[in-house]
């Protein structure tokens, strides 16, 4: 009891101390290569300064190779706080990259420079991840400023590339570095709600394909003498919806509950209304459970295909555009355990478990067989002109990660 006192008491005392660290992350654009930026080195070596004139300890760089970008890196740094126990570690990982500001005149504020106003902060990246980054480093600091050990290792890791995909990032590093073990447990503090009760644990599976038809073209005056490309998709699609609904798999923890198959982006076909196209193109967003399985629906689509073919006589060819398949965190896992109990003592809300139809970086930690989980306590104003951070959801955040680490829930 008396070293949660201690913690909050530091992090409640150190918030004029947190928005001068997120003015400092904040004035330092991280921005890809991609994105037309420089990439992650300034704001990585602004960061080291930083933590070590708070004698934090030696910060460890893994830097991946991108001629592209400044000093020819995209850096990825880990602090590590021993702790008690060290058969495994408690990781929190950032990113330290961030995405353009977009449309400038929407702005009310130069993004690049912190504005204040009493609870909230405003500039690019205070939310996405500053925020994350900055309670984990607090709440390091937490316990370093009141002496008290971790229960586990604690492993702060602040990755590049985040943003754009992760090649530089958590990929470079599962790849070609050997720092993770399978009884190591993660917080990735980079989405959540406004009540900061959800927990991700689990991902759909993506399946994205490319789907061409090819019939033969002829005049629309006289379509008995061609085979109806477009037709012949329209129908697939059609097919396709039918296929899904009966698929019949269902978990609550997700929305929706079921596997989804879903018609996207179109190509242009024939120029003209009086000519009847001989090939068509579309595309499909499907986003499995993950109990499903990419490859089940793969299959179950080339049987509709088959059917459509041979109706319309025509030869449809499928190309996979992106496969991800992800692994879950257990419901009963220790680190979902802890943040449910720290987030009730905290916040004093009831916390729940979810699956999301996107991808986050925790999927790679997953699929290495680690415990991974996505929670903080955010406004969604991540890419937004005009981005902020609650200083006391920050704050809150901050506390729970300390109390995380201490190990005295």
Same mark, same amino acid.
């Not at 890196?73 to 495994?88: Q, S, T």
């Given at each position: ?13 150190a ?19 991609d994105?037309?930026g ?6 990585a070596?602004?960061?080291e300064?930083?933590?070590?004139s ?18 020819g ?27 353009p ?5 929407l ?19 205070v939310?996405?991840?500053?925020q ?19 229960? +586990? ?13 992760s090649? *530089? ?23 959540g ?14 399946l994205?394909l ?6 033969k ?9 061609g085979?109806n490309?477009?037709?012949?998709? #329209?129908?697939?699609?059609? #097919? ?12 609550p ?7 989804t ?6 190509? #242009? ?37 088959k ?19 992800? %692994?879950?965190?257990?419901k009963?896992?220790?680190i979902?355990?802890? %943040? ?6 905290? +916040? ?22 680690i415990d ?6 955010i ?9 902020y951070c ?12 300390? *109390? ?6």
């Open positions: 009891m008396q070293e949660k006192k201690l913690i909050k008491k530091y992090i409640v005392s918030r004029e101390e947190i928005i001068e660290f997120q003015r400092l992350l904040t004035s330092i654009p991280a921005i890809s290569p994105s037309g420089k990439g992650e080195l300034a704001k070596k602004a960061l300064n930083w933590l070590e708070k004698k934090m300890g030696k910060v460890n760089w893994y830097n991946a190779e991108d001629t592209r970008a400044e000093g890196i995209r850096p990825n740094m880990v602090l590590e706080i021993p702790g008690k126990k060290h058969d495994r570690a408690f990781w929190i990982m950032s990113h330290i990259d961030i995405v500001p977009g449309e400038l005149s702005w009310s504020n130069d993004p690049y420079q912190l504005k204040v106003e009493t609870n909230k902060i405003y500039g690019r990246g939310e996405d991840n500053q994350g980054l900055t309670a984990s480093v607090f709440a390091a600091l937490s316990l370093m400023e009141n002496n008290i050990v971790p229960e +586990y290792d604690v492993k702060l890791l602040f990755v590049a590339d985040e943003e754009m995909g090649e *530089y990032g958590i990929k470079f590093l599962i790849e070609k570095h050997d720092l993770f073990k399978k009884e190591d447990f993660v917080l990735v503090p980079d989405s709600d406004k009540s900061g009760t959800l927990i991700e644990i689990a991902e759909k599976n993506i994205w490319k789907i061409t038809t090819l019939g073209q002829c005049h629309a005056s006289r379509p008995n003498l085979r490309a477009f037709a012949a998709s #329209a129908e697939l699609i059609h #097919a396709l919806a039918e296929f899904e609904k009966s698929i019949g798999d269902h978990d923890i997700f929305n929706p509950p079921g596997t198959i879903t018609p996207t982006k179109k190509e #242009a076909n024939v120029p003209n209304i009086n000519t009847i196209p001989g090939e068509d193109v579309f595309y499909l967003d499907c986003r499995i459970l993950p109990k499903t399985g990419a490859d089940k629906i793969l299959s179950g689509i080339k049987k509709v295909i059917k459509i073919e041979k109706k319309y006589k025509v030869e449809i060819k499928y190309e996979i555009v992106q496969k991800v398949s992800s %692994l879950s965190t257990s009963k896992s220790l979902v355990s802890l %943040l449910k109990k720290a987030i009730k003592e905290v +916040y004093g809300k009831k916390s729940k478990v979810i699956g999301i139809g996107g991808g986050t970086v925790a999927s790679f930690l997953r699929n290495k067989g991974a989980v996505v929670w903080s306590r406004n969604e104003t991540a890419h937004m002109p005009n981005e609650k200083l006391d959801h920050l704050e809150g955040d901050a506390v729970i990660m300390a *109390y995380l680490m201490a190990g005295c829930l």
